[in-house]
């Protein structure tokens, strides 16, 4: 289990909706999210989010123009299916 951090120890908003995704889902990240916003709850880089966009390999993209946004819940709803199953489960 992850340790407790307080509030300016490092913990970041994908920390905290990855730990109790149901209390934070609608409080904390807005409806759509920016390349680097879903590559910091991703942990990964901008480059690898464009290139899982370009593989379509993550869902709720939306392209308004030139820019790139991903739905939140969709977003989280994809990770919450790909996670492994906790051994109480």
Avoid: F
């Amino acid at each position: 289990m992850r340790a407790r951090l307080t509030r300016g120890e490092g913990v970041t908003r994908a920390d905290r909706v990855l730990d109790r995704p149901h209390e934070w889902r609608r409080t904390t990240l807005p409806v759509l999210l920016t390349v680097d916003e879903a590559a910091d709850l991703l942990r990964t880089t901008r480059r690898a989010i464009y290139a899982m966009i370009e593989r379509c390999q993550l869902p709720g993209v939306i392209r308004v123009r030139r820019r790139v946004l991903l739905r939140a819940d969709d977003l989280l709803d994809w990770l919450n299916q790909k996670r492994a199953p906790s051994p109480e489960e």
